[in-house]
C-alpha cells in the first residue's frame, strides 16, 4: 500500500481526464475530416450543452452517493409546460417560471421521497421519471407544443460571441464560430457549481455525505436538508436545460430527450465522479461531457451506423466503470 | 466413550493485534467447560477458529486425538462441531423442518422428500422435549424455542462439540433452567459442552471445570469446582500488571459540565441520571451490551431520547440532533471510527475541517482556504498525526492516527464536553499513551471528559469517577480511591434472577 500521495497521482485524479479528451481532441482533428471546421464545432458545443448543463447538478447527486434518473423526463416536461403557458398568456417570463417550478417541485419531491421516507434514490427518481414523462405527453396531448411568441427563442438560438474562424474556400467570405446561449448557460454552470462543489460547505458537506453519511451526521451536518437541496437544485437546473432545449427547438416536444440520464450519469462517471459517493470534481465532469460529446460526434462525422453506436457508447461506458472499480480498488477499500 | 476436545497453542493474529496467544487447554467429553474472560480476552475468537470462521496463525485442535484446523465453516460441522451463538442462524421465513436439515434436506434427484422430512424433524424435536409443529415457520416461534431448535439442528449434523456463546442473555429463568436440562442431558450422553457467559451464578450452577483466557492467553484452568469461589475466577479474570502508561495527575473540578437527568430511549431499561464536572474525567464500564454505547449515543442526540434531559452548563439541549449538541459545545467520538467516524475517502484536512469550518466560511458558506490548511496544519502538528501530507485520504492512516484526527475535528470546536466511546479501542499501545495524554489535557483545560471503556485498566487508570453500567442500567458509581478491580466487575457482571 502506497501511503504516498504521488505527484501524478494527484494529477491524474482531477485533470487525467481532461488529459484524454485533449489526445482525443488532437486525434480527431488529424483523422476525421471536418471535424475542427467552425460547423462542426458549433454543432458539437450545441450537442454537448443539455447534458453538461444537467451534469453540473448530477455531480452533486453523485458526490452524495446517489442519482437522479428523472432528469431527461423533467427536461422534457418542462419544456412543454413553459411553451404551454407562453402560449396561454402570452408571457415569456411566466412560461420561464412555471417550467422552473415544475422542475424545482420535481426535485423536491425527489429530496423528500429519498431524505424523509427513506425511498432508495433508484426506485424513487424511476417513479417520478415515468410521472412526470407521463405528465409531459398528457398536457401536451402526446404532440409537440409549438410556441408563437418568437421572443423567446433567442434565449435558444442568440449568437451572443462570434469566433471569426477564417474564410470560407468557396465563398471567400469570412467564417464565425458562433457561441449561442445555451452553450453559455452550460459554461456558466461549470463555473457556478464548480465553485459550490470545492469551495463551499455545501459543497464539501455534499462530498462528506456521500462519502460515510453517519460520520457526516454525527459530525453535524444535516443530511436530511443537504439531500433535499442536491434534488431540488438538480430539478431546477435539468428545468433550465428543458426551457432552454425548448426554446432552440421552437417548441416543447414531450418526447424528447429519452434516457438523456443514463447519458448524463455516463459522462460524470467516464469523467472520474465516483457511482459510490465521496469523490467528484467539476474538471471530471466537464471531461466526461466532452469525450462523450467528441466521441459521439466523430461518429456521426465518420459515418458510423446508428446501430453501432450504442454498442460503442454502452462499451465506453463499460470502461469508464471499469475504471471507477480499479480505482477504489486501489484505496484498499 | 465421551468425546475430548483439546486447543494445542493456538495463535491468532490480526493486522497490529494478537488476539490468542498460544492457547492450550483440554475439554473433556460428559462435562461443561465453562470459558470466561473480560472483552477481548480471546473468547470469541477461539469460538470462530472453533466453528472453522477464523484459521488460526498457528497451532491446532484436537477432536478425540485428531488434529484439525478448519478451513471453512462446513469443514467444522463435518467433525462434530456446532457453535450456538447469542444470535441464531436460523431462516425465518422457513418452516423448523426445513430448517432442522438446512444444506442436507432428504431428497431424491432434487425433490425433497416432505414426509421424511417432517418425520426426521419430529423425532428430534421430541428428543430435546419439544411439541413443536415440524411445519411452523421459525418466525412464528419466540426467541427460546428458535435456540432449542438450533440445539436440535446441530444434533441432526451429529455434533459432538457443542459451544454455547451467552446463551442465556435473552431468556427467562423458566426457560434457562429447561436449556439447562437440555444441556445436562447432552452432557450425559459424553458429548463436550463449552459454556461461554459472564454469569458466575451460571458457572456455579451449571459448569464441571472453568477455563480463563485474558489478553489472549490461557490463564488458568480449574479441573473442578469442588473449594472454588467467585472471587478466585475474578482474580484470574483480571489479576494483570498495570503499568504506568496512564501518568494520571490530579486536577482541580468546576461546576457541573454536563448534566444527564432521567434519560431513556432505546438500549436503555432504566433511566439514566449521573453528571460530570468542568475539568472531571469520567470513566464508564460495562460489559457488551449493558448498554453504554447507547447511552452515549442519547447524550449526544444521534438517537432520539424519549425522555429526559442533558445540559451543557446549565444550559438543556434539544431531544435529538448531532448538530445541537456541537452548538452546545458537546461532542462524540464513535466507538466505530470506520462506520460513524471517518469519511474514508476523503483526506486527512478534509476530515479535520468537516464540522469548525461553518465558523469561518465567507457569508456563512464559501470556505476560507486559509483557514483550513492553517487548522489542519496546526492540529496535524500538535498532536503529532503521522501522515504523508495534509491531502491524504484518511483511510491510509493507522487506527490510532484516525482517532487523532476525529479528535482534532473536535478540538477545533469550542468544546465544553467530551464523549469517548472505546478511545483506544484497535489502537496500539503507543498511540494508546498518547491518546491518554491528549484526554489529560482536555481535562486540565476544563473541559467534562466521559469515555466508555471495556479494559477495566483504563478506566481505573485514567478516570477520576468510574460509572458502571448492566443490563441497559447504570448499576454503580465509584471514586477514583475506592475502585478496586473486583468492585467495579462486580457492578458490571449480570445477576439473573
Not at chain 1, 242 to 263: A, D
Not at chain 2, 96 to 113: Q, S, T
Not at chain 2, 220 to 241: C, E, H, N, P, W
Not at chain 2, 249 to 258: E, K
Request: aromatic share 6%; net charge positive; hydrophobic share 45%.
Amino acid at each position: 500500500m502506497d501511503k504516498n500521495v504521488s505527484k501524478f497521482r494527484v494529477f491524474w485524479d482531477s485533470a487525467g481526464m481532461l488529459l484524454v479528451f485533449a489526445v482525443l481532441f488532437i486525434l480527431c482533428s488529424l483523422r476525421v475530416d471536418h471535424f475542427l471546421s467552425a460547423k462542426n464545432m458549433e454543432g458539437l458545443l450545441l450537442s454537448v450543452a443539455t447534458t453538461g448543463t444537467i451534469a453540473c447538478t448530477m455531480l452533486f447527486c453523485l458526490a452524495s452517493g446517489a442519482f437522479d434518473l428523472s432528469v431527461g423526463s423533467v427536461v422534457a416536461c418542462a419544456g412543454v409546460v413553459t411553451a404551454l403557458v407562453i402560449n396561454r398568456t402570452g408571457s415569456i417570463t411566466l412560461g420561464i417560471a412555471a417550467g422552473l417550478g415544475l422542475g424545482l417541485l420535481v426535485g423536491l419531491v425527489n429530496g423528500l421521497l429519498i431524505a424523509k421516507a427513506g425511498i432508495n434514490a433508484l426506485i424513487a427518481t424511476l417513479a417520478t421519471m415515468q410521472i412526470v414523462r407521463g405528465l409531459g405527453y398528457i398536457v401536451s396531448g402526446g404532440k409537440s407544443v409549438g410556441i408563437v411568441n418568437e421572443g423567446f427563442f433567442v434565449l435558444g438560438n442568440k449568437v451572443v460571441i462570434a469566433i471569426p474562424a477564417g474564410t470560407n474556400p468557396f465563398s471567400h467570405q469570412p467564417e464565425y464560430l458562433n457561441i449561442t446561449t445555451p452553450v453559455l448557460v452550460c459554461l456558466a454552470c461549470f463555473g457556478l457549481f464548480g465553485f459550490l462543489i470545492s469551495r463551499t460547505t455545501f459543497g464539501r458537506n455534499t462530498l462528506a455525505l456521500g462519502g460515510n453519511a453517519e460520520a457526516a451526521r454525527l459530525a453535524g451536518i444535516s443530511i436530511d436538508r443537504l439531500k433535499i437541496m442536491i434534488f431540488s437544485l438538480q430539478g431546477l437546473v435539468a428545468a433550465a436545460a428543458g426551457i432552454v432545449l425548448c426554446s432552440q427547438l421552437t417548441s416543447g416536444q414531450p418526447k424528447t430527450s429519452e434516457g438523456l440520464e443514463l447519458e448524463v450519469i455516463s459522462a460524470c462517471v467516464l469523467g472520474g465522479v465516483s457511482l459510490t459517493g465521496g469523490v467528484g470534481k467539476m474538471s471530471h465532469v466537464v471531461a466526461g461531457v466532452l469525450i462523450m460529446g467528441t466521441v459521439q460526434n466523430a461518429m456521426n462525422l465518420s459515418n458510423v451506423d446508428s446501430f453501432w453506436q450504442y454498442v460503442a457508447r454502452g462499451l465506453i461506458l463499460l470502461a469508464a466503470v471499469s475504471v471507477d472499480r480499479l480505482k477504489q480498488r486501489g484505496t484498499g477499500r | 466413550m465421551p468425546t475430548r476436545l483439546a486447543f494445542d497453542s493456538v495463535v491468532k493474529e490480526f493486522p497490529g493485534v494478537r488476539a490468542l496467544d498460544g492457547v492450550s487447554f483440554t475439554a473433556e467429553g460428559g462435562q461443561v467447560h465453562a470459558l470466561m474472560g473480560e472483552n477481548g480476552a480471546g473468547k470469541s475468537t477461539l469460538l470462530k477458529i472453533l466453528s472453522g470462521a477464523y484459521s488460526p496463525t498457528a497451532g491446532s485442535l484436537e477432536i478425540d486425538g485428531q488434529r484439525h484446523v478448519f478451513p471453512s465453516t462446513a469443514a467444522a460441522i463435518a467433525a462434530g462441531v456446532a457453535v450456538i451463538y447469542q444470535e441464531l442462524f436460523l431462516v425465518p421465513e422457513m418452516t423448523v423442518a426445513e430448517n432442522l436439515y438446512l444444506g442436507h434436506l432428504p431428497a431424491r434427484g432434487g425433490v425433497i422428500k416432505g414426509r421424511q422430512l417432517r418425520e426426521d424433524a419430529r423425532r428430534q424435536l421430541a428428543w430435546i422435549g419439544e411439541d413443536i409443529d415440524p411445519d411452523t415457520k421459525v418466525s412464528y416461534l419466540p426467541i427460546a424455542q428458535r435456540q432449542l431448535i438450533e440445539i436440535a439442528k446441530a444434533l441432526t449434523r451429529g455434533a459432538r462439540v457443542i459451544a454455547f456463546d451467552e446463551p442465556t442473555s435473552s431468556l427467562s429463568s423458566r426457560e434457562v433452567d429447561r436449556l439447562f436440562t437440555i444441556i445436562r442431558d447432552l452432557r450425559a450422553r459424553g458429548h463436550v459442552i463449552l459454556y461461554v457467559t459472564h454469569r458466575m451464578d451460571e458457572v456455579f450452577a451449571l459448569c464441571d471445570a472453568v477455563t480463563v483466557l485474558r489478553d489472549g492467553r490461557h490463564i488458568k484452568t480449574f479441573d473442578g469446582m469442588a473449594g472454588l469461589t467467585v472471587d478466585d475466577v475474578i482474580r484470574s479474570m483480571v489479576g494483570r500488571d498495570l503499568k504506568n502508561v496512564f501518568n494520571y495527575t490530579p486536577r482541580p473540578h468546576g461546576g457541573p459540565a454536563l448534566e444527564v437527568e432521567a434519560v431513556t430511549g432505546p438500549g436503555l431499561t432504566a433511566p439514566a441520571s449521573f453528571s460530570v464536572a468542568k475539568g472531571e474525567i469520567v470513566g464508564m464500564f460495562g460489559l457488551v451490551g449493558a448498554g453504554r454505547s447507547e447511552l452515549l449515543r442519547l447524550i449526544y442526540g444521534a438517537e432520539r431520547r424519549t425522555g429526559g434531559q442533558v445540559r451543557i452548563e446549565g444550559r438543556p439541549l434539544p431531544a435529538a440532533g448531532p448538530r445541537g449538541s456541537i452548538e452546545a459545545g458537546l461532542v462524540l467520538c464513535p466507538e466505530d471510527r470506520k462506520r460513524d467516524g471517518i469519511v474514508p475517502v476523503r483526506s486527512v484536512a478534509e476530515n479535520i475541517n468537516i464540522s469548525a469550518r461553518r465558523h469561518h466560511a465567507t457569508a456563512g458558506f464559501v470556505l476560507d482556504r486559509g483557514w483550513e490548511r492553517a487548522n489542519a496544519a496546526s492540529h496535524i502538528a500538535s498532536l503529532s498525526i503521522k501522515t504523508p501530507s495534509a491531502a491524504t485520504q484518511i483511510v491510509y492512516l493507522s487506527g490510532g492516527n484516525q482517532q487523532k484526527v476525529i479528535l482534532a475535528r473536535w478540538l477545533s470546536e469550542n468544546v465544553k464536553v467530551i464523549l469517548l466511546d472505546e478511545p483506544t479501542r484497535g489502537i496500539d499501545v503507543g498511540a494508546k499513551s498518547e491518546i491518554y495524554a491528549i484526554i489529560q489535557q482536555l481535562a486540565a483545560r476544563g473541559v467534562g471528559v466521559l469515555f466508555v471503556s471495556s479494559e477495566l485498566p483504563e478506566v481505573l487508570g485514567l478516570a477520576d469517577r468510574i460509572l458502571v453500567m448492566r443490563g441497559g442500567a447504570l448499576s454503580g458509581a465509584l471514586a477514583r480511591g475506592e475502585a478496586g478491580e473486583s468492585a467495579v466487575l462486580k457492578c458490571a457482571l449480570p445477576v439473573s434472577g
